[in-house]
């Protein structure tokens, strides 16, 4: 038995360390690859000369020397990879909306090089053994090149784990062609080819005569074993990364982030601005371009808002279902620090949703897993200038502590108001804070320049001294207004509309339901009083009164089929005028015809837009109110699919 489980053993062993050696490498400062890459080609070159020396020998030690030159051989071919040496034509992410034969072709066009490197690599191996009896070297390296093959393509066509840690910042760009989804059809494919292959290895291994085949054999074997656990860690709900965490400290960032958090309440415009910020910052030269992620926070228990800021050259992390005030206060401490673990970000969005504590959340940035590694800390707060004075009038305490700890604020939906009410806006939240800076925007848009101060806003102790004298908080009042293109295909809702009669109900949207009424209501949860804003901290028993104060509760219901575009309307139509109970804010995507729209209703005005969808978008909505009327929502929402149906 030991003749099979000390080469099972060595197999094992010898992959996985020399995996995590690997990834290590590939996580050390970047002046350190041209010597990784100096060792790796030596290896390989000396790999290629044992196995000509070892290719005549039938010995059990002959057969653990092939091994292991096959899988050093391979190393190469990883290292020249992911170091960036040998890649492929394409550095760039996948265009938006770039589908089918062409994503494919720009996904093989991003290894090409890599590709062929491997084909000539497998061409030496093969000829310098050619005709010889141990063929273990050969062997190894076409088995490591079929598991890279299959699990690459899995990648490709989705899977549930895309272990997206591993990739280097500079390989970035693969991640525009890895797909997330739960299986794929070539998956099973996989798995039954390797079972096939490794059943007959350790069949053969079984009925082997010789130490040299039974050693030779099962380090096939193992290693097609390795193929099939490596595709099931691929779609199962197992860590196997932590396999490689000691690989994984040298990829730990040396360098600390800024955080900026985008708030306002529900529907001022917060995701509509962070796609302009996200543009923004992706918009200078790639030398220059920040490493940013992106933490999105809704209220319900499904989230909108990550679908609409993926494909911006940003890592998306969503939170969804709260309000980063009670209980994922946690979850969001938790997040930030494998966020900064595993993305070594140079910047973190943060998208509260609309009804979150702000200051619980300042709170979780200085606690200390967190804050040594942020740099800078700013808030940008969204005002929706045509409902703040009537949002204002019913959550005073909300609004002033939105006001009292932001370092910029937006009053936008500027088109949406005459000049004297804008003013009136204005100058309510300069009283409010007489330090802050507030410009004025429609659909969020800013220019780049005012940011060149307000990130460097509320400076961290721990910052440079030169830093923080170079960029001092912006105190002084300007007030200024920047003229944005309306977002596309922009269909302003006509008079409210009756709801469709509730219909036949064929594909009913799944409710679930997030409630935050408890028996709080009485605890006025400001944090900021007219003195000044309390220290985070002291609030932490009382963060959910906050939600119980503001009262909303949500519901979410998925759309099955394709939406009639004007029974959608009228649905948006009659919400908004308020049949469906007190709706603050109503978010979807919806399939119409052949393409995808997004809709809203925010400050009592729904509207629709065409969204570009990706191919795995789930349609969906969500809604977020008082006194909500759950099952006329579930009935409107599935009449306006089913209508189409009828049809
Ligand atoms: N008229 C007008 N509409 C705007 C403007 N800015 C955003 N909107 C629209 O307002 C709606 C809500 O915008 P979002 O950016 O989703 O608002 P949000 O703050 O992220 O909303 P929540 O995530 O629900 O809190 C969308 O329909 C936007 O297109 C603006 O300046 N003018």
Redesign the pocket.
């Known amino acids: 038995m030991s003749n099979y489980i000390i080469p099972g053993l060595f197999a094992l062993f010898i992959w996985w360390f020399s995996t995590g050696a690997i990834i290590f490498l590939d996580g050390l400062p970047r002046p350190t690859f041209k010597w990784s890459m100096l060792g790796a080609t030596t290896v390989f070159a000396i790999c290629v000369i044992g196995l000509v020396k070892v290719s005549g020998e039938q010995t059990v030690a002959a057969a653990y020397w092939a091994f292991g030159f096959g899988l050093f051989a391979w190393g190469w071919q990883e290292i020249s990879f992911y170091m960036g040496f040998v890649t492929g034509p394409r550095t760039a992410s996948c265009p938006e909306n770039c589908k089918g034969w062409k994503h494919f072709g720009h996904a093989i066009q991003t290894s090409l090089w890599h590709e062929l490197a491997i084909i000539g690599s497998a061409v030496i191996i093969v000829v310098a053994t050619w005709g010889q009896p141990n063929q273990i070297g050969v062997w190894t390296f076409m088995v490591l090149w079929w598991m890279h093959q299959s699990a690459k393509l899995n990648v490709f066509l989705g899977v549930r784990n895309l272990n997206e840690e591993f990739l280097p910042e500079h390989l970035n760009f693969l991640k525009s062609f890895l797909k997330r989804k739960p299986m794929n059809l070539l998956f099973p494919f996989s798995i039954t080819i390797s079972t096939v292959i490794g059943t007959i290895m350790f069949e053969h291994a079984g009925r082997a005569t010789t130490g040299f085949a039974r050693a030779g054999d099962t380090f096939i074997g193992v290693m097609m074993a390795l193929a099939i656990l490596e595709h099931w860690f691929l779609v199962l709900p197992l860590p196997a990364a932590k396999l490689w965490n000691w690989g994984l400290k040298s990829h730990k960032p040396a360098r600390a982030f800024d955080v900026e958090i985008v708030a ?1 309440f ?7 601005f962070m796609r302009r910020r996200l543009d923004m910052l992706g918009n200078v030269p790639v030398e220059t371009r920040e490493k940013t992620v992106v933490l999105v926070n809704d209220f319900s228990t499904v989230g909108i ?1 990550g679908s609409l800021l993926r494909g911006q050259g940003a890592d998306v992390v969503e939170l969804p279902n709260g309000c980063i005030c009670c209980t994922l206060k946690n979850d969001l401490a938790s997040q930030l620090e494998e966020v900064v673990g595993k993305f070594a970000p140079d910047r973190v969005l943060i998208e509260p ?2 009804v979150a504590d702000l200051a619980s959340l300042i709170g979780v940035l200085e606690r200390p897993a967190i804050a040594p590694f942020k740099r800078s800390l700013s808030v940008i707060t ?1 005002i929706d200038a045509s409902a703040f004075l009537g949002d204002f009038a019913e959550m005073q305490g909300h609004f002033t502590a939105q006001a009292k700890l932001a370092s910029l604020l937006i009053v ?2 500027t ?2 108001v005459s000049a004297a009410e804008r003013d009136l806006v204005e100058e309510t939240l300069q009283r409010l804070n007489p330090d802050v800076r507030i410009i004025t ?4 848009s800013v220019p780049a320049e005012v940011f060149a101060a307000t990130t460097k806003a509320r400076k961290d102790p721990t910052a440079a001294d030169d830093e923080r004298a170079a960029t001092p908080t912006p105190t002084v009042r300007h007030v200024q207004e920047y003229e944005a293109k309306p ?1 596309p295909v ?1 269909t302003p809702s006509p008079a409210a509309a009756p709801t469709p009669a509730p219909q036949q109900v064929n594909h009913a949207p799944q409710a679930h339901n997030h409630d935050h009424a408890h028996d709080h209501a009485a605890h006025d949860h400001a944090a900021c009083t007219d003195t000044g804003c309390d220290h985070p901290d002291h609030h932490h028993d009382h963060d959910h009164a906050h939600q119980d104060a503001l009262g909303f509760s949500s519901w979410a219901g998925t759309l099955d089929n394709i939406c009639d575009a004007d029974a959608l309307r009228h649905v948006l139509d009659a919400a908004a005028a308020g049949n469906f109970g007190s709706i603050a ?1 109503l ?1 979807g995507l919806a399939r119409i015809g052949r393409g995808w729209v997004q809709f ?1 209703i ?1 400050g009592h005005r729904a ?1 629709m ?1 065409a969204f570009a969808a990706p191919a795995d978008e789930e349609p969906r909505v969500i809604a977020i109110g008082r006194n909500l009327d759950e099952a006329g929502l579930a009935a409107a929402f599935a009449g306006c699919s089913m209508r189409l149906a009828a049809e």
């Open positions: 306002g529900l529907g001022a415009g917060k995701t509509t808002d949703s609309g969204m936008n939906k088109d949406l925007a429609r659909y969020g977002a922009l804010r978010k809203d925010a509207s837009g």
